[in-house]
């Protein structure tokens, strides 16, 4: 239940804001001011988006939009609802698709069909691991310097023998682990 209404609140606040950015002759219209369109833009261009009205989306979470699909309706919609109000035994399968289509713009298998977004996201995805990938080989060749020469082998190497000629240690520390006599670890 909370899913249903985090749904709704989500996808309301979302239009809402849509419309807050893209329609500002909406936000007008609700204080009432009177919304003129631009002389250079023509007036069919300009739409106002009625946010207090119920709108209209295909949802699986949501199955049940505010409002239906169709709001004008044709003479042959008009004649198809009159015969919705009676025995729907008597409707044919494509009468019954068409009154379905006036409510519902897509079926629940069109609305779960898979799409090719998947490619998309997977591109972008490489991309900004190709991009990182650039930056981060560009800034060990031109902004880090160079690597300390105490990771060198012949270092470590020339290090361990100082310590273990210093004797560091030597109760139960690293000279303890060295056999002076042998040349060699215990």
């Known amino acids: 239940m909370l899913h249903l209404t985090a749904g709704r609140v989500g996808s309301l606040l979302a239009r809402r804001a849509t419309a807050a950015f893209t329609a500002s002759s909406a936000r007008m219209a609700s204080h009432g001011?009177?919304?003129?369109?631009?002389?250079?833009?023509?007036?069919?261009?300009?739409?106002?988006?009625?946010?207090?009205?119920?709108?209209?989306?295909?949802?699986?979470?949501?199955?049940?939009?505010?409002?239906?699909?169709?709001?004008?309706?044709?003479?042959?919609?008009?004649?198809?609802?009159?015969?919705?109000?009676?025995?729907?035994?008597?409707?044919?399968?494509?009468?019954?698709?068409?009154?379905?289509?006036?409510?519902?713009?897509?079926?629940?298998?069109?609305?779960?069909?898979?799409?090719e977004e998947w490619k998309t996201v997977l591109g972008s995805v490489f991309f900004f691991l190709g991009f990182t990938g650039l930056v981060v080989w560009w800034q060990k060749v031109y902004v880090y310097p160079e690597r300390p020469r105490t990771f060198d082998d012949e270092w470590q190497a020339k290090q361990l023998k100082r310590m273990l000629d210093m004797r560091i240690s030597p109760v139960e520390g690293f000279s303890a682990k060295w056999d002076y006599e042998k040349g060699q670890w215990k």
Not at 77 to 82: C, E, I, N, R, V
Not at 87 to 100: F, T, V
């Open 33 to 115: 001011h009177e919304v003129t369109p631009l002389s250079s833009v023509p007036a069919d261009v300009v739409e106002s988006v009625d946010m207090s009205q119920p709108m209209y989306w295909d949802r699986v979470d949501l199955p049940l939009p505010d409002r239906p699909y169709k709001d004008t309706l044709t003479a042959t919609d008009k004649s198809l609802k009159q015969k919705e109000k009676g025995p729907w035994g008597q409707l044919s399968k494509e009468e019954k698709i068409a009154l379905y289509r006036l409510t519902f713009c897509q079926t629940f298998p069109e609305m779960k069909q898979k799409t």
